[in-house]
């Protein structure tokens, strides 16, 4: 009996997970033990299962590998196809790359955080970025969320999209403010096999032009979220809430919901970047942006749960699941003190317009002091992305973390009731707070601490009884 590997899988190994396969469409890994990848290596054709030297405990795994369609039965020699062949990467593994490929923008955004009206982080060349996907695949970084600045405004974006393709990667995601958003670029995507999920911003119904600094930017995001529905491909909109556009938030979540969007994300302005200079009196406290939330959420019900939801930091549902809700600042397994650290950014590899590689969007790319991985001016020091990605670098050492570190560090966190719950926050703005990665996320904090968790199950107790959440009990309270 021969067997071959399934024509959707690869075999691929990384420093500390040397045994996986990889659904070639998904990108997404299965990672295996030693024996289990000695049975997938003979899956080639080559090997006879029912011969004397195969173990038994190999044929009923080789039964299970079939019945989970791993593999299948197939002539004697009829082998796999070269990109299946096993290929180690010398280097931990990550699963997708946040590639911004220029820090310039179209839009005067006045909250941009990267300050791309400024083009402050500058723009690859060509040349770099096409170094970039090749460093990726290098390193079996198989995902890819392409971002800006306006990842749109670079004339060689077509070149960029079919270069991805030809190594095999996959673009997750595009970020876009939809300006330039086309049947061009949409059809240029889908001919070199991408569907990804479109990202874009709607700062409320009538207040997006004015938050975007461009007349029209509101007409053009309804035009691009018509586009996107028109052509099959799947939306997802950032909201960002100031004080002028507070009240709108009924309104903006039915008007995208109407659109097609597949998922919504309200939130506020990033204290950082632009909107410092730019914010006058709009920015939010706490309380208002908590009590709008609140009062939202029964309209949410109301309104027939319209749109899979997440209010940053507080809440979170989706239609599909209509009893269920997250309270969205409550993290699994926040005292387990061998969780990562950087739990949420680990398999996301954030690569910069100015080609450094950053920890997580929240932190500056000054935070590691990492060279870029690609340099536009010669005789500039570059570190290749294959040795930032190797055990014991700085990168990793700061990835590698465990939340250990963080409980030992902070004694108001680990003597705090909430710590399961809450695990101190966030790692990024515990650092913009006190210049440490070790101490709490203030925000995080009052949420819990000024009673915020007991009105929003208070509120959903209210407005939908039977909606139950995970990970709370009654000694939480
Ligand atoms: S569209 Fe995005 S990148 Fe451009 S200015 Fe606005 S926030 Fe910045
Ligand atoms: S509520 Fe505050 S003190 Fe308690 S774990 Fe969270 S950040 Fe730390």
């Not at 004015?210 to 909109?237: N, Q, S, Y």
């Not at 930032?388 to 560090?409: C, H, P, R, W």
Request: a neutral charge.
């Amino acid at each position: 009996m021969f067997y071959k590997l399934n024509d959707k899988y690869i075999l691929r190994g990384w420093e500390k997970l040397p045994y996986a396969i990889v659904n070639d469409y998904t990108k997404l890994p299965l990672f295996f033990t030693q024996s289990q990848m000695r049975v997938l290596s003979r899956c080639n054709g080559e090997w006879d299962f029912d011969s004397i030297l195969t173990l038994d405990e190999d044929r009923e795994c080789a039964k299970e590998f079939i019945s989970k369609g791993f593999i299948e039965q197939c002539r004697e020699g009829q082998g796999i196809s070269p990109r299946q062949e096993y290929l180690f990467y010398p280097n931990r593994y990550v699963s997708v790359a946040h590639f911004g490929i220029t820090g310039k923008c179209n839009y005067k955004c006045k909250h941009c955080f990267m300050s791309a009206p400024e083009a402050k982080l500058g723009e690859l060349s060509h040349n770099s970025i096409m170094d970039i996907i090749r460093q990726l695949d290098e390193c079996g970084i198989m995902g890819v969320l392409l971002t800006g600045g306006e990842p749109l405004i670079r004339p060689d974006f077509p070149e960029i999209v079919k270069e991805i393709s030809r190594r095999g990667l996959s673009i997750q995601q595009l970020y876009t403010n939809g300006a330039l958003l086309s049947d061009k670029v949409l059809g240029c995507l889908q001919e070199n096999g991408h569907n990804p999920t479109v990202i874009m911003s709607f700062d409320g119904v009538g207040w997006h032009d004015w938050l975007r600094g461009i007349t029209g930017a509101e007409k053009a995001a309804d035009d691009a979220l018509a586009l996107c529905k028109r052509r099959g491909f799947r939306t997802h909109v950032q909201v960002t809430f100031h004080r002028k556009n507070l009240h709108t938030m009924r309104e903006t979540v039915n008007h995208l919901a109407a659109k097609g969007c597949e998922s919504i994300r309200l939130g506020l302005a990033d204290e950082r970047g632009d909107w410092l200079m730019n914010k006058e009196d709009n920015t939010l406290s706490m309380q208002e942006y908590m009590e709008a939330a609140l009062n939202y959420i029964p309209y949410y019900y109301e309104d027939g749960m319209p749109v899979n939801i997440i209010i940053s930091s507080v809440f979170a549902a989706s239609p599909r699941n209509p009893d269920y809700y997250y309270v969205v600042s409550v993290k699994p397994e926040c005292d387990n003190p061998k969780k990562l650290l950087f739990n949420c950014s680990r398999q996301k590899l954030q690569i910069l317009p100015n080609g450094r590689v950053s920890v997580c969007g929240g932190l500056d790319d000054e935070f590691l002091g990492l060279p870029p991985i690609v340099s536009d001016i010669p005789g500039q020091e570059t570190m290749p992305l294959r040795e930032i990605l190797s055990t014991g670098s700085v990168y990793m050492n700061i990835m590698d973390k465990k939340q250990q570190e963080f409980i030992e560090a902070s004694s108001e966190c680990s003597e705090c009731k909430y710590l399961r719950l809450c695990g101190g926050g966030c790692r990024a703005m515990s650092f913009r707070a006190y210049s440490s990665i070790l101490r709490k996320d203030n925000e995080t904090c009052k949420f819990f601490r000024e009673g915020w968790l007991e009105r929003v199950i208070e509120t959903l107790g209210r407005v939908r009884p039977q909606a139950k959440t995970k990970l709370l009990n009654d000694n939480d309270f």
